[in-house]
């Protein structure tokens, strides 16, 4: 019963190779959201998505596509994967402005 | 822009000091604020927040930070750490942009 959770854990992968995350929350929160999380532990907001509609959209490289089939699920398929998309990436859900995010556990994500 | 900044990269206390971590944000209206921690491996979790009333907010694992408009501070503190407080701590401000921003967060390291 986690409140949100990230599939998978782990991912290494191939250079130009396709994948996807995947993530659900079971809290009722209508935004969700990707962060990007860098070697230096910086975060960054890649994208956001109020009731499956996009309401944030940073700038990332268009190969970063964003996913929500309903406001429970969001989830980021990445084309082309790159050496520098190698990073921890975490799904996070909020119900309203100022409640904070509650976190997945994030996906590490290693391109080799 | 609204922006946070954690002055400190890395912080070591000896078990049971008291610890203080610093975090200043620019924001023009009165600003939502979040401290976060990360545990090694793990997603954020929420510490505690403020968003408006009394400039001391009481949080999780016996954390606390207080509001200081006048300083543009919001720091974090607690009486007595334990070894499993090491960990980094992320200071963090809801933008008017339907977003939170994160500081670039401070290391804690416990010393026996």
């Known amino acids: 019963d986690t409140a949100v959770s990230q599939t998978p854990k782990y991912l290494v992968t191939q250079m130009g190779n396709d994948k996807s995350i995947k993530c659900e929350q079971n809290l009722g929160h209508d935004t969700m959201y990707w962060y990007k999380q860098d070697s230096k532990k910086f975060l960054k907001i890649m994208f956001s998505y109020n009731n499956k509609e996009l309401i944030i959209n940073e700038t990332v490289p268009n190969r970063f596509s964003p996913k929500s089939p309903d406001k429970a699920h969001l989830n980021l398929h990445i084309n082309s994967l790159e050496l520098g998309d190698s990073a921890v990436y975490f799904c996070a859900s909020s119900p309203d402005r100022g409640y904070g995010y509650t976190f997945g556990s994030g996906t590490r994500l290693t391109v080799v | 822009a609204q922006s946070v900044t954690q002055p400190d990269i890395h912080i070591t206390v000896s078990e049971g000091a008291s610890l203080e971590l610093r975090c200043n944000y620019s924001?023009?209206?009165?600003?939502?604020l979040f401290w976060y921690v990360q545990s090694p491996g793990q997603g954020l979790q929420l510490l505690l927040k403020?968003?408006?009333?009394?400039?001391l907010v009481q949080g999780i694992k016996g954390f606390e930070a207080e509001f200081k408009r006048s300083q543009s501070s919001f720091n974090l503190r607690k009486p007595s750490v334990h070894w499993s407080d090491a960990a980094e701590y992320f200071c963090?401000?809801?933008?008017?942009?339907?977003?939170?921003?994160f500081g670039s967060g401070t290391r804690l390291s416990i010393r026996p």
């Open positions: 403020y968003f408006s009333g009394d400039t």
């Open positions: 924001y023009g209206a009165t600003p939502y």
């Open positions: 963090a401000v809801w933008s008017s942009a339907s977003k939170i921003i």
